[in-house]
């Protein structure tokens, strides 16, 4: 199958017309179009339509019992696909949507169980990206969609990894270049009596409590879970974002992470193994190492955040075997930036 690729300015997506005309007719022949959002590229499909969703399964060499997030274009959408919306529900709605943070409801009939991995819940997400929402408003059916990445490697923030993992095993992607946040929408259960963050991101807890008060958070988001224990969110249980390379999180103060870091460069060096460190704009000096990739600058997480999946990414054309990366505070932001790296890490940290 070709891959068609076609740019949009994301400022003024209307301007684009023919772009969305074909996007929606790919959709309504049950095909799967990668579009951009504000937090990583969708691979989306019609949600309504069984067969077309399991394209993206097929798509992405995704686990069929991992549910997919369906995407509306305005908040009046939201009834036609849930039943029991929730006053706290409602509460999120008003103070985050549009935007990224996606909610778990009880299903509607309509939506079939290939969408929602088997699961009589659904996840529903009301994107704030306008090319996004341009998108699923020319299709008028909801839309499932799944990070548009091969199963495993990290989200795409961009176009080109978006070809890079599925060129020609989808019909479309509608370029509208780099995300804005850069990772994945934060996932809430309203369900229970306190709420449960699922995935943390961009809207981060506080935001959360500040406007429902106090929540909890799924212990797969902070640690690796047991064979026998289930994460509430089945995707948190999947290898996820790794490049090639071994991941390692060296946590401590800067100067000791730095240390270990440049003593283990050494050693790698002298037994011929090709290692990367991810460094900041404040520590990246301090390494004595030929492959140092800069995530950002400290003093703006959101940058690090937008910046995470690219760097990973570029570890794979760095053609390292081993890459080191600082431990990030966990405070707002950082709690999603720190769950992502420690999937990514396969939960190896060394602490100095
Ligand atoms: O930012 C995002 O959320 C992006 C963009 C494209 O919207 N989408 C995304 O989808 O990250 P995906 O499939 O990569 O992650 C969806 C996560 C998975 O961990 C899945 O298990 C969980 O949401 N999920 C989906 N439906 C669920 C449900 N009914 N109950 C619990 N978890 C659910
Ligand atoms: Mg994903």
């Known amino acids: 199958m ?32 990668a579009f951009p959002t504000e937090t990583v590229y969708g691979l989306g499909a019609n949600a309504l339509d069984p ?16 549910p997919l997030i369906v995407h509306i274009s305005d908040v009046t ?4 696909v849930v039943v029991d919306v929730s006053e706290k529900a409602e509460k999120i709605i008003n103070a985050f949507w549009p935007g990224p943070i996606t909610i778990i409801f009880k299903k ?35 839309i499932a969609a799944p990070s548009a990445n091969s199963s495993g490697k990290p989200s795409p923030t961009k176009a080109e990894h978006v070809k890079f993992d599925l060129d020609s095993r989808i019909d479309m992607i509608i370029d509208g270049g780099a995300c804005k946040f850069g990772l994945e929408s934060t996932i809430i259960d309203v369900s229970s009596e306190i ?20 929540i909890n958070v799924d212990k797969a988001v902070l640690e690796k879970l047991s064979e026998n224990e289930k994460p509430k969110a089945p995707g948190m249980k999947y290898k996820h974002y790794s490049p090639k390379a071994d991941v390692k999180i060296v946590k401590g103060n800067a100067v000791d992470v730095a240390e270990k870091i440049n003593a283990i460069v050494r050693e790698n060096m002298i037994k011929g193994i090709k290692t990367g460190v991810i460094a900041t704009e ?4 301090m390494y004595k190492c ?11 997480p959101e940058e690090i955040a937008s910046n995470l999946f690219d760097v990973l990414r570029k570890c794979d054309s760095f053609e390292v075997s081993q890459v080191f990366v600082e431990a990030f505070d966990e405070d707002g932001v950082g709690m999603a930036i720190m769950n992502r790296l420690k999937k990514a890490a396969g939960y190896n940290i060394i602490n100095v």
């Open 290 to 300: 030929d492959n140092i990739l800069v995530i950002g600058s400290l003093n703006n």
């Open 282 to 285: 404040q520590t990246r000096d």
């Open 195 to 214: 709420p449960c963050l699922l995935r943390p991101g961009s809207v981060t807890k506080d935001m959360i409590e500040g406007i429902i008060g106090e």
């Open 77 to 80: 959408e939201l009834n036609d």
């Open 108 to 142: 509607r009939e309509l939506i079939p169980m290939e969408t929602s991995g088997g699961l009589s819940t659904v996840a529903v997400r009301f994107p704030e990206n306008e090319t996004a929402r341009f998108f699923i408003k020319k299709c008028g059916v909801p």
């Open 2 to 33: 070709k891959t068609i690729i076609e740019k949009v300015d994301s400022e003024n997506p209307q301007k684009y017309e023919a772009v969305f005309m074909k996007a929606a007719s790919v959709i309504k022949n049950g095909g799967l179009v």
């Open 51 to 66: 067969i077309a969703v399991k394209k993206i399964y097929t798509a992405k060499g995704r686990p069929s019992d991992n």
